[in-house]
Nanobody, 112 residues
Framework: QVQVVESGGGLVQAGGSLRLTCAAS??????MGWHRQAPGKQRELVARIASDATYYADSVKGRFSISRDNAKNTVYLQMNSLKAEDTAVYYC?????????WGQGTQVTVSS
């Protein structure tokens, strides 16, 4: 059974940093990443990592960094220079055997 558990969200002032952690278990995950959904907006892909390839949304390039520890099936999202518009629920997403699995989400709130 696949489990996906996020942690690390919270309240931070604009310009601050947060680090999100996602621990997955129950399979081998070829791709891991983060989506987010702000109130009244569509869910969007923020960052993704597969093997050594990474993807970042334009809105977070240069500020966010994704990394993973394969031995622990864990993916991290380091978020720096946070802005009010980064406020959202952040969801970890992992892919195994062509199927996507989602975590329950963690709230990130950036105060301006």
């Amino acid at each position: 059974q696949v489990q996906v558990v996020e942690s690390g969200g919270g309240l931070v002032q604009a310009g601050g940093s947060l680090r999100l952690t996602c621990a997955a278990s129950g399979s081998i995950f070829n791709r891991m990443g983060w989506h987010r959904q702000a109130p009244g907006k569509q869910r969007e892909l923020v960052a993704r990592i597969a093997s050594d390839a990474t993807y970042y949304a334009d809105s977070v390039k240069g500020r966010f960094s994704i990394s993973r520890d394969n031995a622990k099936n864990t993916v991290y999202l380091q978020m720096n220079s946070l802005k009010a518009e980064d406020t959202a629920v952040y969801y970890c997403t992992v892919t195994a055997l062509g199927r996507d699995y989602w975590g329950q989400g963690t709230q990130v709130t950036v105060s301006s």
